[in-house]
């Protein structure tokens, strides 16, 4: 991972901008309780531009007992020959990883989709998704809902989910529903093999 940080006493802005080239993807790491912003502090204006809201010092972090920062540190990688695929696009694709994400990510998205999209590895392979980012509104506005082979189903999901492995040769499922239009937001998930294969694929 690439960082940038600021201390909060001498930053002259209120933000921390986050910037990859043209073709490369952005990847921030996962928040921890030595460097933190809340979710709400993060907004992505296109795939390869983000920025981190900063606040004045102390920055109290909730999630981490209440603790007070005195810098703001954002973790984030560029990536590179990726593939973005709308959860709403009808495709028939192999690939051995790959991204997806909502309709217009990272800039909202309309009102009255259900779109379903079915991931199915081949050979003796694990299908694993990450949510690279995630901001869904309630379930009464919109969500996403997950089906790992037959027998499990997520609920709604609108907070960050887990990393998410399936067992050997089971399909993973999303359905994605919007009842209201939102003009920020979405959702970006990874997926791969487990193991790592070059013969290996995942079909859409």
Known sequence: YSTQSYCLDEIQSDKLNIVCRNNELIKLGHKDCTMDVPREDIICLTSSNCTVRVVQHPLILQ???????????????????????????????????????????????ISNLNCLCTLVGSGNNSIVIEFIYFNLSIC????LILWIGQDFQTKCLTQDPITIISNIQQNITFRFYTLKSIKKGGFLIKYSLLPESNNGTVRL
């Open 63 to 109: 999630d981490c007992w209440n603790l007070a920062a005195s810098y703001v540190q954002a973790e984030y990688e560029c990536i590179q020959d990726y593939s973005l695929k709308n959860i709403c696009q009808r495709q028939d694709i192999s690939l051995s990883n790959g991204f997806i994400s909502t309709p217009n990510y990272p800039n909202g998205f």
């Open 140 to 143: 009464s506005e919109s969500g």
